[in-house]
């Protein structure tokens, strides 16, 4: 258990604070599209090269990509898995979709349908 006694998924964590930043960001939509060499990502992006490397070591310990070397060039793929584990997350929160006002009746509605042994649904924001 974490601080405020929420259970947190470090892999999850380490995947939103990579996505936090919109250079990764850009690198994970390119990467889903085609493998590029960290070259062409700087150049892209317009930094340097000590800068893509420092962007590319947080996507990599987040497990969002992976390098592979061919002859002087290296280049990155992207593992879809955390991408993944992201959408089931964010996923759970599905049923509560929609207005501030359809929120609230989802939640007043299952207080209204819950039996005393039932336990209370999860604070907003909160991973169930």
């Known amino acids: 258990m974490a601080e405020g006694g929420t259970s947190r998924d470090p892999d999850l964590d380490q995947v939103l604070e990579a996505l936090a930043n919109p250079h990764r960001r850009e690198i994970v939509y390119l990467l889903g599209l085609q493998p590029w060499a960290v070259s062409q990502l ?6 340097s090269l000590p800068a893509i490397h420092k962007h590319i070591t947080i996507l990599q310990d987040a497990g969002l990509v992976s390098r592979r070397k061919q002859g002087r060039t290296t280049y ?24 501030d006002d359809a929120t609230y009746e989802n939640y007043a509605r299952h207080l209204e349908s819950a039996t005393p042994d039932d336990p209370p649904p999860p604070p907003t924001g909160a991973p169930r």
């Open 42 to 47: 700087a150049q892209r992006r317009g930094l």
């Open 76 to 99: 990155l793929t992207l593992n879809r898995q955390p991408l993944v584990l992201l959408q089931t997350w964010v996923g759970q929160f599905h049923p509560y979709w929609g207005s």
